[in-house]
């Protein structure tokens, strides 16, 4: 991996707490908050600026704005919630561009599991641990603007993310430069 070691485990730090209040609010309430938002960025911006060349720092803000537009088109066709489009463009910011299939690959396996792991709680005793949090609850259908139709159920994306970031960065620890 390309990411230094150095900036991969100063943002670690910071960002594995905040990822897991992430992935509590967002199995709970289906919503990211900005100011979760705005706090992985700012662990960005101060980690970055610390231990990043400068030229790096700023090419990596073409990183979020690749991101951002993808995932832009996606919630446009409904496909995401707009935290998610949020989060994973920042999550970007994190990611050194040589790095990018690897971050694929750890992005698609953790939404996975997530995914996986989301449905297979939500179907067996193990939702009575927490009741009351949104991510077990079905979407009715309105004005035929979801995708497929009758009730259902939505995936919390920050989940994935979150576990997608923490993921990449702890490797970065173990196998960057």
Not at 19 to 37: A, E, G, P
Not at 42 to 69: D, S
Request: aromatic share 12%; glycine share 6%.
């Amino acid at each position: 991996m390309q990411v230094s070691s150095t900036f991969a485990l100063w943002a670690l730090i910071p960002a594995l707490p905040l990822c897991v209040y992430i992935f509590w609010v967002d199995m709970k309430y289906k919503k990211i908050s900005n100011l979760s938002v705005w706090a992985l960025f700012a662990i960005f911006v101060v980690v970055g600026l610390t231990t990043l060349p400068i030229m790096e720092f700023a090419w990596r803000f073409a990183n979020y704005g690749v991101v951002f537009a993808v995932l832009l088109l996606m919630w446009m066709a409904r496909q995401v919630g707009a935290g998610d489009v949020k989060m994973a463009a920042v999550v970007a910011l994190f990611v050194d561009k040589n790095d990018a299939s690897y971050m694929l690959i750890i992005t698609f396996a953790s939404i996975v599991v997530a995914v996986l792991a989301t449905l297979i709680v939500r179907a067996t005793p193990l939702r009575k641990l927490a009741p009351d949090w949104a991510a077990w609850k079905l979407k009715a259908s309105e004005n035929n603007i979801n995708v497929g139709k009758g009730d259902q159920i939505t995936i919390p994306m920050g989940t994935g993310i979150g576990l997608a970031l923490c993921t990449y960065l702890l490797l970065g620890v173990l196998h960057g430069q």
